[in-house]
């Protein structure tokens, strides 16, 4: 079943966005679900992954602005992205993969998003 991400779009440095992925069948404690982003020539990065039981795990470049969470009876995690700054510029991906949180790197999840673009300023 394929994810969908929602939520991207332009807004201004300092001002906060909210990403949402549809993940039907995934928030059953068997999966991790993270969120990747690129950034124009860069490699995908991973931002924040959150296991069956609920712990979170952040990128250092996210840590304290970002939050992921996910609600169970709708099939859906979220991105809160506080403060934002040029630099979270990207195509954002929801991925998620079978058994509890590794290392956030891209070969960790199997299944990914086609992506949303966040444009943080001009």
């Known amino acids: 079943v394929p994810l969908m991400e929602s939520g991207g779009g332009s807004v201004e440095p300092n001002t906060s966005l909210r990403l949402a992925c549809k993940v039907p069948?995934?928030?059953?404690?068997?999966?991790?679900l993270g969120w990747f982003r690129q950034g124009p020539g860069e490699e995908r990065e991973g931002l924040a992954s959150?296991?069956?039981?609920?712990?979170?795990n952040y990128a250092d470049s996210v840590m304290g602005r970002f939050a992921i969470s996910k609600d169970n009876a709708k099939d859906i995690l979220y991105l809160q992205m506080n403060n934002l700054k040029a630099e979270d510029s990207g195509i954002y991906f929801c991925?998620?993969?079978?058994?509890?949180?590794?290392?956030?790197?891209?070969?960790?999840?199997?299944?990914w998003g086609q992506g949303t673009q966040v444009t943080v300023g001009s």
């Open positions: 991925v998620a993969d079978a058994g509890w949180c590794g290392p956030l790197v891209a070969g960790g999840f199997a299944y």
């Open positions: 069948g995934y928030t059953y404690k068997g999966y991790c």
């Open positions: 959150i296991d069956g039981d609920g712990d979170t």
